[in-house]
């Protein structure tokens, strides 16, 4: 006990400055007090700031090891940014160099062209003046139309699709042999490539323009929809009972039942008054208008109205004969009825 106020009161001296043995009792007591009181607060402070000071380092050392490979991202991404930095200024001195090159031949060939002397090639013109081309695209639309009848595909003219469905096929017929089923494929994929959903909704929107009634071209779109959806034996089923009353309709000016005789006739009246090629008549009577009476007489991959209209399927109707009877719908659309003489 004397010991500890030995210490006591030698803090005390030290807090207040004065020496214990100076002060009176009641002083003596009081400071001793204060002193106590001091290091008590002294003690709870600590206490209290010990878990902060510990969170807040603890939060440090979380944001730093948070930040630090940001920074090195950073870094990294700089590094980068350089290097394409350096890499576009050489590529576009390297333009600039290259165009200056290219430049500087262009007036050298200007310069050249400029000596040589053009008047033969008015030669050559006056002879090509008299060569007669017409001759050969004959052959060439024949070629053509002649492989697709082939490859059962109805010889859909020129003027109903483009130039490039038309170079695409002769493509086709120029790097593959004759009656191959290579060439069959290759023809295929051309026309189910050209009649995509985009050339197919632009086909719904041009039968919107022809003067036909309303209900009729309601089956048409729905026999299209159903095309995209590959049911393709609803397409082949809504149209082909169209086709004998179309006929009818641009040769005579109205339906009536008739037989498929005299129906072939009508197309044939039809065809000659539109100036169409042969092959329209041999792809009709072989392939649409043929003479079946049983599922063994079917052909496949065409449109044949008889085996439609009578459910005489060997098998589910295939995308080729679908389309081959929208392009037909078409085509018979697109006739021009016959003129009526006064």
């Not at 309601?218 to 026999?223: N, S, T, V």
Request: aromatic share 12%; hydrophobic share 40%; net charge positive.
């Amino acid at each position: 006990m004397e010991e500890k106020k030995e210490l006591t009161t030698e803090k005390s001296e030290k807090a207040s400055g004065y020496k214990v043995g100076s002060l009176s009792p009641s002083i003596l007591s009081a400071v001793q007090l204060a002193q106590m009181n001091i290091d008590s607060v002294v003690k709870a402070n600590a206490a209290l700031t010990s878990p902060v000071v510990d969170a807040i380092l603890k939060q440090t050392s979380m944001i730093s090891a948070y930040t630090s490979p940001l920074v090195e991202r950073v870094l990294k991404e700089t590094t980068m940014l350089s290097a394409m930095s350096s890499i576009l200024t050489k590529l576009a001195l390297n333009y600039t160099s290259n165009l200056t090159a290219l430049s500087n031949a262009v007036q050298s060939m200007l310069g050249v062209f400029g000596k040589i002397n053009y008047s033969p090639l008015w030669n050559i013109q006056s002879l090509i003046q008299g060569f007669d081309f017409s001759k050969y695209r004959k052959e060439l639309d024949d070629i053509y139309l002649q492989e697709l009848t082939k490859a059962k595909w109805f010889p859909v003219h020129i003027t109903m699709v483009n130039a490039g469905f038309f170079a695409n096929i002769m493509n086709v017929i120029d790097t593959t042999k004759s009656d191959t089923k290579s060439r069959v494929n290759k023809l295929n994929k051309v026309f189910f490539t050209y009649y995509n959903e985009k050339n197919l909704n632009e086909l719904k929107k041009y039968w919107k323009t022809h003067n036909i009634p309303s209900h009729l071209k309601r089956i048409l779109y729905e026999a299209i929809q159903a095309y995209k959806r590959k049911q393709y034996a609803l397409t082949i089923s809504a149209l082909a009972p169209l086709w004998q009353g179309i006929i009818q309709e641009k040769a005579k000016g109205k339906q009536e039942a008739k037989y498929d005789k005299e129906t072939k006739k009508e197309f044939q009246a039809l065809i000659t008054e539109n100036d169409c090629n042969n092959f329209v008549q041999y792809y009709f009577e072989e392939y649409v208008f043929y003479a079946c009476y049983s599922v063994e007489e079917v052909k496949d991959d065409v449109p044949g109205r008889n085996s439609i209209c009578h459910s005489w399927h060997n098998k589910y109707p295939s995308k080729k004969t679908a389309l081959n009877a929208i392009i037909f719908t078409d085509f018979l659309l697109e006739l021009e009825p016959i003129k009526k003489k006064k």
